[in-house]
């Protein structure tokens, strides 16, 4: 493989380009330690060796950090880790040493999601969410059985009494768009229905 190209991404960053596909992030001075230049051939060993040697071991410190911050599922990690132009090998090694650990587990993930916005937010409205963070829908169905049942009715009166509505005094008008901001967060016509006649 060549070295096509090194460009700079910022004042001690540059992306190295193998046969003029991009392959990975590398600072200046990883540059001057492994000699990159130019034109210059790269044999597999060497493309390797900054794969484990270098790269690897910051993806892995990469995600630790990111977990540090707030928990994160293993998809919005990978996520981070591609927007950084990791090669998807590195990637790879660097989710399962985190999840070796169990410091990304989307199950729990799930669990303390659910815990920490059932009060507020509709199941429907929370698995979405958690569909959008990568969260396989059989690992929220299980976190929802080892949840306490969460009352709709409940949920929908205390938005009435956020918002101010009383459905013995609002007109048509208002009660159609009190419906409508209900079902935009995910819950059911049926449910809105039955707690507030």
Not at 98 to 103: G, L
Not at 125 to 148: C, F, S
């Amino acid at each position: 493989m060549q070295i096509t190209r090194l460009e700079p991404v910022s004042k001690k960053k540059y992306r190295v380009y193998l046969n003029d596909a991009p392959a990975f992030v590398l600072y200046d001075n990883e540059i001057r330690e492994y000699h990159l230049r130019e034109d210059m051939e790269c044999s597999q060993v060497l493309i390797e060796e900054i794969c484990s040697a270098v790269l690897s071991r910051r993806a892995k410190l990469r995600c630790m950090n990111l977990l540090k911050i707030m928990d994160r599922t293993e998809y919005q990690l990978r996520q981070k880790l591609q927007q950084e132009e990791y090669p998807g090998n590195v990637i790879e090694e660097a989710l399962e040493y985190v999840k070796s650990f169990h410091y990304v587990d989307d199950l729990r993930y799930a669990r303390n999601y659910i815990e920490s916005r059932r009060e507020t937010k509709s199941r429907r409205q929370i698995d979405w969410e958690l569909q959008t963070k990568g969260v396989k829908r059989e690992l929220a169905q299980l976190a929802w059985e080892e949840a306490d049942p969460v009352d709709e009715t409940e949920q929908i009166l205390r938005w009435a009494q956020k918002k101010h509505f009383d459905p013995r005094t609002a007109d048509e008008k208002t009660t159609q768009k009190f419906y409508q901001f209900l079902q935009r967060k995910g819950f059911s016509f049926s449910n809105i229905k039955k707690a507030l006649t």
